[in-house]
């Protein structure tokens, strides 16, 4: 967890740094990244009944109301209203400014003053400071001109210029809430209340306060906040946020129900089975605000350039005053300083990065698809070279039987009389049999008096004849027949990497049932996806190399490297990084940690292991696979507008600067560019909020309690007869 | 001033819409618990940052007009030309807009009812309804001021007055006209609630587009015809031509 200053804005979810706004709202100390976000949260939260608070609206309102009267004579000033006959109210009207202006730059600077302020002690100029500084000059000047009857005042000017900062950060937040709120029901785990029922009686507490055995109503409509057991009701859930599972699942008594999930349309008394903070959803919060409050490589150099931006534009702005001081009067050249100042303020440069990374995060998010870390989607979008583990993340991770041999029987018999004696055994292969059975409807033969030799095989008797099933070197033990097109097909499944089941009965072998983990279904759609991506793929694997090629031809990698061990794998990464500069690797984050910490980008596909301990740095969901090309197209927009905002940001910041220095910029319109331009970065980056969901063009693997045939798209039936 | 004694009538026969909406707001402002002078404070206070508002619409509308049609370049005698198609460009464009809401008052149009009230109702409205309830005499100046900002029919055909006058002075004028006219059944909801009938509303609305109707098609006349355009401009602005 990150420091408890280094948190997220209420409003927004981006970073507040380490000097965030702090303002009591209904209440609550909550802390603001900024002015706008603030007032934005005060409009947002306005619409509940018990908020008390409205002073900074007020503040605003009242700022607007005397800055919009200043704006209003002094437009009627300069086209000309007050000249002849009524030239001797000029100075009244004046005075009337100043006195109108006063309030206006103390309410409406206020919060920029305090920001500058609480910078300047601890030693830092940020880009309040800019405006603290034109729009007191311009105040200064004005009320001097005033007190002297000389020159032109420029009230207008200083209030103008707060009250489109004002409004023009109000604006920004408003945007940056509406990119915050895919990631609000990740958020929302640490302070998502429920309604515990104790005998008769309801009463809401916090998710913290939930322990193991607590009763829990939901209503329709809310969040479960905690993991249990439906005990009443009937309902179907949105798991989405959870597994990424766009379909709604269906709840009745029993169903096991997950945190984070929503109850659509029946009520629900579920029994909490852990304490709320050890949910899944409370670990994924906790993990996204860890990856939202850090900053990513292109932040950190942005928050530098922006630093370092300050102290330039306030020394450009001191010598654009000097340089036209000397050839305008000296009113002329303050506002030309003025509009330097106020046009450098790099806002919008600080905002390019973190808001289009917590806009892709959210997206992601909405698939259930996790980022820990905020470097990753940027690192994701330069990698040309992808990595993949085999067991578990290109296979299914366990054994099925992908091919029967027979001599002389049906496949069917052997299968029959195979799964008779193996569902006597824990073996792993044993399973496989017996599934492969069930799923073609045989019924196991009989089989008494059974015996397993460890390590070598199974015996029993069956329909009067003994019946075994094991190794080659068992059936030679019992000294039963092989004819010889059988062994040779056994031999060359053996050489595909396959393990082999010599079956046979009544002296003779018969069949041989080769088992196997087969390719996942949607592997071969979604490597071809991400080679339509430019990318490099190839897998690395602590298999046997037989194997390893054999599913690399069925799924379609050119490149692998087999019996590698994990400091190998690493090695193999570091070769591809000479070439591709960044790479990275997909693994099932169970028994491939270290080599995920060591890519540039680790992914983790379904990985079920306790999400603190993992190493990968984007968890896709169980059976999320078929993501990855997706999650690469969003990573690549997310680097793309990131791109496109610092573009847009110092493009127009270094235009806007030189027509400011060269005296073509008025202060105002300055400003209104200036809020613009922060604008138009939001709006750029909210486009990443509406990016099409995952293509369901790629085959998705049916849902476990449907497949009892699995028949994959790409490899045909799983078992072929022989 | 006949002129904008036509705006103050047509902004107070236009009131009656807003006492639809806006009525809403001056109801929910309620009586101040202090007596009545203080319930009036709070009122002339939400009407006077009301009106602020729209003065500086006006101004921006009037000083956009101006700038727009103000022959900068006269060097070039071409420009002469095309100041005036600016300035008949405005008049038209200004002149529609009016016809449009004035449909809109007469029940056509409703698409324009719809994308103004859906949106102040569901979003500015509802957010700033804290400021109604807040205490102090800040507050409803302040919520004067946002509810000036809000969409509104009247205030757009208004506004588009201001900006076919040309000038900011001008456009001050018509919208503090127009806002002064729709003070006093502003005022009244505050005081004494839902007294007018729906009947009298809508007679009031009707009345309403009516006027409108009328100064678009003046605001329009401006734009088509060189010698109605110089006539209505002589009757309608004569007194700062």
Redesign the interface.
Known sequence: MSAPDEGLCSHCFLSIGRRPMRVMVNGKSRAFCCYGCCIAFQVKSGKSEEWDAAWILIRVGVGGFLSMNIMLFSILLYTGAFTGADASALPGIELLLWILATPAVVILGGPFLVETWSNAIRGRLTSSALIVVGVGAAYAYSALAVVEHSGRVYFDTATMVLMLFTVGRYLEAVGRARAARDLEPLLAAESECATVVDGETEHRRSVREIDAGMRVLVRPGERIPVDGMVLEGESWTDEAVITGESRHVGKNVGSPVMAGSINLDGPLLIRSSGPGTATRWAQICRSVRDALSRRGATQRLADRIVAAAVPLVLALSLLTVLYWAHRLPFDRALLVGLAVLVVACPCAVGLAAPLATSIGIGRLARCGCLVREPGALEALARTRSIAFDKTGTLTLGEARVVNIETEGVEANEALARAAGLERHSEHGLARAISLAAAARGLKPVVTREVRIVPGRGILGSAEGQQVAAGSGPFMSDLGWSLEPSLSARARSQEAAGHSVVYVGWGGRVYAVLSVDDSTLPEARATIDALRDRQLNVTLLTGDIAAVAQRIAAAIGIDDVEADLSPEAKRAGLDRRRRFHKVVAMVGDGLNDGLVLAEADVGIAVGSATDLARETAAIVLPKNGFWMLPWVVDVARDVRKTILTNLMWAFGYNIIALSLAALGVLQPILAAAAMAGSSILVVANSLRLAGLPDPSPSLPRRPKPETSGRRVSPILGPAIEPG | MAYYLILFAAGFAGSFHCVGMCGGFACALGRDGRGRSATLLRHLLYN??RL??Y??LG??A??FG?VICTPQGSRVPLLGDSFDVAQRTVAIVAGLLMICMALQFFGHLRVFHRLSVGFAASTLA??????LV?Q?V??P??????NGFLPCPLVYAFAAEAASSF???AG?LTMAAFGLGTFPAMLMMGGIGRILTPVWRQRGVTFAGGYILLLGLITLGRGIAPMTGHAAHAWAGGHFG
């Open positions: 006077t940052g602020t508002t003065c500086f101004a921006l009037g000083a101006q509802v957010a700033l309804r804290s400021l807040a102090g800040a507050a100046l302040a919520f004067g001021v946002f000038r900011p002075l001050v």
